[in-house]
């Protein structure tokens, strides 16, 4: 929950024994699992991002990705890109003692594994829990996955001191091409969750609630099934707001969440940030500058104790 350091000399050892060995960053799944790893079982479960001696300041990241589809891909881009992730949030200052949460999305009318919720790690940790990941690649076919499901998990079974202690939000990237159900499935939860509601929760509650303790993001990547779906874009516009951002590049969804953090944390200016991007090779500063110019600077809320007010108007960022 938090504890240890990052290093970018045990991911590499890690990455090239695999390579040598032919073994795949994603073996659970690789291997035919096709039900959740137990250490990514939401069933009965919190997640915690808690201050200690070690890291006083705990920023959470939760990073959840639509795995249906030909989102599938999405897992084995960001687990390549985890060092220049991790890189910029540490040796660039961009958050004070990050902890990076990783889960994934399915459609719980159909799939085996509908919801997976790592644990927010500040070491290598985050990387286990990537591997641990089911890449069922299923989904229902019509343009709706449980995104829901996993707000209604951020919003009710997370916990962490940068809020409770500090009254800061946390940040909360969700990654898809598709539209949420309309309701939170009281029966789902029981099932996938382990609570036992009264009744349904529209989705527009569940944002509400996440959305008051958790910064939140929209990605639509290029690439995917429906990139580019006007359909698809004004659901999540009419949720999120400017924070609906459509990438016209996969690659640059690391150097997205990074830039957005520090930017949030008011650790850089847009300048600055493009310059780091520049000087550690990245080919998505292009895409990250025209996202990041149109969201805005500073968008960091220190105190955040009303529900979310989306901007409305053109509020979808085409980078």
Known sequence: MGSGIWSTDVYAAADSYRRKTGRSAFSYSDGGARTVHPALDPRGAE???RDSAEHPQSTPIAVLFDVTGSMGHVPRTLQTKLPQLLGLLLRQGYARDPQVM????????????????????SDNRMDDDLGRIVLEGGGGGQMTESYELALYYMARHTVTDSWSKRGRRGYLFLIGDELAYPRVDRRQVARLIG?????????????DEVTRRWDTYYLLPAGSHYSGNRKVLDFWRDLLGQNAVEL??????????????????????LDTGLRDLRR???AATGTVSKALARLGGGRRTSVATL??????????TRL
């Open 47 to 49: 997640r915690e991002s």
């Open 102 to 121: 990783f889960g994934a999305i399915g459609d719980a009318t159909c799939d085996r594994v509908p919801l997976q919720i790592g644990q927010f790690e």
């Open 195 to 207: 609570d036992d509601l009264g009744e349904d929760v529209p989705v527009r509650q569940i944002v």
């Open 280 to 282: 550690a090779g990245s």
């Open 248 to 269: 016209d590049d996969l690659e640059a969804v690391c150097e997205t969440i990074a830039l957005t953090v520090g930017l949030g944390e008011q650790a850089i200016d």
């Open 307 to 316: 529900p979310f007010t989306p901007t409305g108007g053109s509020g979808v």
